[in-house]
């Protein structure tokens, strides 16, 4: 079967002073970019479509739903690692603002101490569990760079769960077997960003 780990689009800047969780909707450029990962794979048929339960990985899936004429089904397990944040600033903006934290949060240590090979773990966990419920499927997931990450890690036998920065609304493709093996067909592509 195969998995098609979406990113989400842009999403706004949110800072919450009361220390609530940051949960942003997309940016204008957020949704064009949603809009756009949809008619790019409007053309494939997906059995599944699922999203992290966060807004920004729920309104990048929209799209996609409606095209696909599914139900986005909602898994806790792909959220953010940092999913309890009460700040969210797009890496742009922090690598330009800030570039100390931004070189922090390649690192556990920019995560507020969240324990990355358990976060890495949950992942694998949830998807592999998704992979048992659709033998021979392809499905989509809406997820975050972290997720993307912490997967493609997983199959790459890589120490470290963060390795590279995926593009907002970028897709990851792999392939999982019956037999139990796991391949990767793609990461980030991004072709349907050249009209964005």
């Not at 450029?29 to 990962?37: D, L, P």
């Not at 479509?49 to 909602?74: D, F, K």
């Not at 993307?148 to 609304?169: C, D, I, K, Q």
Request: proline fraction near 7%; charged fraction near 25%; charge should be negative.
């Amino acid at each position: 079967m195969e998995l098609v780990l979406i990113r989400h689009g842009l999403p706004i800047r949110q800072e919450n002073p009361a220390g609530a969780p940051a949960d942003p909707p997309l940016s204008q450029e957020g949704r064009a970019q949603a809009e756009a990962a949809a008619q790019w794979l409007a053309v494939e048929h997906f059995d599944a479509l699922y999203a992290s339960p966060l807004l920004r990985a729920r309104e990048t899936a929209a799209p996609l739903a409606r095209l696909q004429g599914l139900a986005v089904e909602i898994e806790p397990g792909v959220i953010e690692l940092d999913h309890e944040s009460e700040r969210y600033v797009p890496l742009e903006e922090l690598k330009i603002e800030d570039p100390g934290a931004w070189k922090a949060m390649l690192s556990a240590e920019g995560y507020g101490g969240v324990d990355l090979p358990a976060f890495r773990e949950r992942v694998v966990h949830t998807l592999e569990a998704l992979i048992d419920r659709h033998p021979g499927g392809r499905v989509a997931i809406a997820c975050h760079g972290g997720v993307v990450n912490a997967w493609a890690s997983h199959l790459l036998r890589l120490e470290e769960p963060l390795f590279f920065e995926p593009a907002y609304t970028s897709m990851s493709r792999f392939m999982a077997a019956a037999s139990g093996e796991r391949s990767i067909r793609s990461l980030n592509e991004t072709g349907h960003l050249r009209s964005t």
